[in-house]
């Protein structure tokens, strides 16, 4: 199958949790252009309709934390177009936080944003997808915080690790015909880069850390999205694919005096 016909969602039905802006919004574009009906979900509706590809994106009001809402959410998607295609479990997040002095409460509501509520949406949409003949794809959208150390956001790693994990389970149990797959992303830029790096000197300082020189645009997320959920990655499953322009240059390398002769470790 030729690349740009296997691209081509015509007719598929896709619903990206917190779709309407930063990384889901990138996501949604892409699948509007690629031919798919998209449903979104976010607690504010946004402003402008996200159009793309001669075709807007449908909004249904929802949090992804409750049950009830997960559950008219699929329902809108299913009732609407009449199948479910895709899930993308974008929706997440977390603020700044000391591990040292966050309540019990606080980590808890960070795992069930970022960890429970891509489980009961994945249970939801596979509920559906297992009863359809062509099967179904998930795509989790993961991060480079459930691989590292992820300081001042202790829980969201740790959720995002869970979502790694859960990952690789689901594709086992739903298997062979729902696809699991996840997106781990590194440093991406958003209409809320500035709260987490700065100014626009900060941003290009941080993304001088990076081996390709720059943060990633939303789109480079959602075309690996894309792929995910496509024939093309008719044989992946239970995998995770890392987003992270080659990700961080090794302490070390810049705390050494001599780099270009000290010995080399790997």
């Known amino acids: 199958m030729a690349a740009a016909s296997a691209l081509d969602f015509t007719g598929q039905v896709v619903l ?3 779709g309407a802006k930063g990384v889901g919004r990138g996501i949604t574009v892409a699948f509007l252009e690629a031919g798919a009906h998209v449903v ?3 607690r504010n509706e946004p402003a402008d309709p996200i159009v793309a590809g001669g075709r807007g994106a449908v909004f249904v ?6 049950p009830e809402d997960v559950d008219r959410l699929v329902g809108v ?3 609407r177009f009449g199948r479910l295609d895709v899930l993308v479990n974008n929706a997440g997040g977390s603020p700044h936080a000391d591990a040292a002095t966050v309540s019990p409460r606080f980590f808890a509501k960070i795992l069930e944003l970022n960890l429970t509520a891509p489980f009961v949406l994945a249970q939801r949409a596979n509920a559906v997808m297992q009863n359809q003949a062509g099967g179904g794809s998930i795509v989790n959208i993961a991060s480079v915080s459930g691989t590292r150390p992820s300081p001042g956001t202790a829980a969201y790693g740790a959720a995002k690790a869970g979502l790694l994990n859960l990952t690789q389970t689901l594709a086992v149990e739903w298997a062979p015909k729902v696809r699991v797959n996840a997106v781990t992303g590194g440093m991406i830029r ?10 626009e000197a900060g941003i290009a300082s941080v993304g001088a850390t990076v081996p390709l020189g720059r943060l990633a645009d939303p789109r480079e997320i959602a075309d690996v999205c894309l792929f995910l959920a496509s024939p093309l990655a008719s044989y992946v499953s239970g995998a995770a694919i890392v987003v992270h322009g080659g990700g961080e240059r090794p302490a070390f390398l810049d705390a050494a005096k001599n780099t270009t002769s000290a010995p080399k470790r790997g």
């Open 40 to 42: 979104i979900c976010g």
């Open 190 to 199: 958003t209409e809320q880069s500035h709260l987490h790096y700065g100014d």
């Open 61 to 66: 009001p929802a949090d992804v934390r409750s």
């Open 16 to 18: 990206v949790t917190g």
């Open 77 to 79: 998607a299913v009732e």
